[in-house]
């Protein structure tokens, strides 16, 4: 019964996808619409700079700040002689 459900769900996956791929035509794209002014396009330079350096840049510095800024103090609990655990409390 676990194959049936799973060939059905795939033929459902790959008949949506295709549905998808058919709709939408990539030959409209080539239109233009009333008020398109498209400026000029990005060097190769330009969009890493963009979407990769600036992205990056804003972390560093985001990530940076925070831990500047952190006024918190590493905590950290030493065990004690005068403390018992369960195993010593049993015995």
């Known amino acids: 019964m676990d194959k049936k459900n799973a ?5 459902l996956a790959a008949g949506t996808t295709l549905m998808m791929l058919l709709m939408s035509s990539p030959a ?3 239109t233009r619409d009333d008020g398109d002014d498209p400026g000029p396009g990005l060097s190769v330079i330009q ?4 979407y990769v350096l600036i992205p990056i840049a ?3 510095v985001i ?8 006024k ?3 905590r ?12 010593d409390a049993k015995a």
């Open 7 to 11: 060939l059905r769900a795939g033929a």
């Open 28 to 30: 409209l794209a080539l």
């Open 47 to 50: 969009t890493l700079g963009l």
């Open 58 to 60: 804003l972390f560093v």
């Open 63 to 70: 990530a940076g700040l925070v831990m500047a800024l952190d």
């Open 72 to 74: 918190s103090k590493i």
């Open 76 to 87: 950290t609990i030493k065990p004690s002689s005068k403390v018992k655990s369960g195993a």
